[in-house]
């Protein structure tokens, strides 16, 4: 069956890095949308990155544009997330997510994707 598991969320100082892995399984990347989405408490899932293989595009919500750059590995069935230049409001639960379909661009609205991770921690503090 389909699955998505997160791994590389911690806690890290404002102007660090992370990079988040989203391991995927059951399923073929090409055929499928690839989101990155956080979700600070008492707040919507936002949005952030996403890649669709169909047409090799991707898009980065304006908050995390020139920070944050969305990879994938096909050998590994992995997609990544380099996060750069923390803040301390990109403090959230990050989640990867799977939308089904050939699709020539990707959209960031969470209500869209089919398939999610149970998210991973990233908190930024000094």
């Known amino acids: 069956q389909l699955r998505l598991v997160e791994s590389g969320g911690g806690l890290v100082q404002p102007g660090g890095s992370l990079r988040l892995s989203c391991a995927t399984s059951g399923f073929t990347l090409d055929y499928y949308a690839i989101g990155w989405f956080r979700q600070a408490p008492g707040k919507e899932r936002e949005g952030l990155s996403c890649?669709?293989?169909?047409?090799?595009?991707?898009a980065y919500a304006d908050s995390v544009k020139g920070r944050f750059t969305i990879s994938r590995d096909n050998a590994k069935n992995t997609v990544y997330l380099q996060l750069n230049s923390l803040k301390p409001e990109d403090t959230g639960v990050y989640y990867c997510?799977?939308?089904?379909?050939?699709?020539?661009?990707?959209?960031?609205?969470?209500?869209?994707?089919?398939?999610w991770g149970q998210g991973t921690q990233v908190t930024v503090s000094s």
């Open positions: 997510a799977a939308l089904y379909g050939l699709f020539r661009r990707c959209v960031l609205d969470a209500g869209t994707y089919d398939y």
């Open positions: 890649f669709t293989s169909s047409d090799s595009s991707t």
